[in-house]
């Protein structure tokens, strides 16, 4: 079956550091690839996504790029800020819509 | 458009009582997803719905957990005889025919 591997965290960064949460996944076919946000005691946010591959998703200076051949979507940002303290779950889908195969999840604290 | 509503937030049952949690799709949304995250986890798919019919609910317990989303009103995660392994956040997502899915901001049941 599907399934997602995300960074282990938790993973602590001083401002302005750059980041990278790594997150490789196994799909039969063409899955669509997530990152969500979800900030302590709220739901989650779509962050960004990818449809297919080589399509690189980005929003609030983070990026992710589907890479089919290395089956990977890994999360970058290149100065992070203490107000994306979070956790960042990685995420595919068979479909645009259907049922999400979740990673479970990467604690980032960023200190001032 | 209002975001995808689940109510209430926060849930407190004694062992052996019934928990009941609702989630209002978004406008015009007739697919909704129900998921659970456990402490320091990821979320895991439990049950997809349409109007009226259950898609797909690989990931339903056996016993105790039901879900509906019938023609008129919100759909309804039903958990019977509640044990302390429930505890956890409970999503709800929704979505329109082949287009990505809205999270909701959980519900948090704690089981005393």
């Known amino acids: 079956g599907d399934s997602v591997t995300q960074m282990e965290g938790p993973v602590t960064l001083s401002e302005e550091a750059f980041l990278t949460i790594n997150c490789t996944y196994t799909?039969?076919?063409?899955?669509?690839l997530f990152w969500y946000v979800q900030y302590p005691g709220e739901g989650l946010q779509l962050l960004l996504k990818a449809t297919k591959a080589d399509d690189k998703g980005s929003n609030k200076g983070f990026e992710a790029t589907y890479r089919k051949e290395t089956t990977s979507f890994h999360l970058e940002k290149g100065s992070v800020q203490v107000s994306d303290s979070a956790v960042y779950f990685c995420a595919l889908s068979d479909s645009i819509a259907g049922k999400s195969t979740f990673g479970d999840g990467t604690t980032l604290t960023v200190k001032p | 458009n209002a975001g995808v509503m689940q109510n209430p937030r926060h849930l407190v049952r004694r062992r052996g009582q019934e928990a009941r949690l609702r989630c209002s799709p978004m406008?015009?949304?007739?697919?909704v997803y129900w998921y659970r995250q456990l402490p320091e986890e990821g979320l895991k798919f439990m049950v997809y719905l349409q109007k009226e019919n259950i898609i797909d609910e690989s990931g339903m317990p056996k016993e105790r957990f039901s879900a509906e989303f019938p023609k008129e009103g919100p759909s309804i995660l039903r958990i019977q005889q509640v044990v302390r392994g429930d505890s956890a956040a409970y999503f709800c997502?929704?979505?329109?025919?082949?287009?990505?899915?809205?999270f909701g901001q959980g519900t948090r049941l704690t089981v005393v």
């Open positions: 406008k015009g949304h007739s697919h």
């Open positions: 799909a039969t076919g063409y899955p669509s």
């Open positions: 997502a929704s979505s329109p025919p082949q287009s990505r899915a809205f």
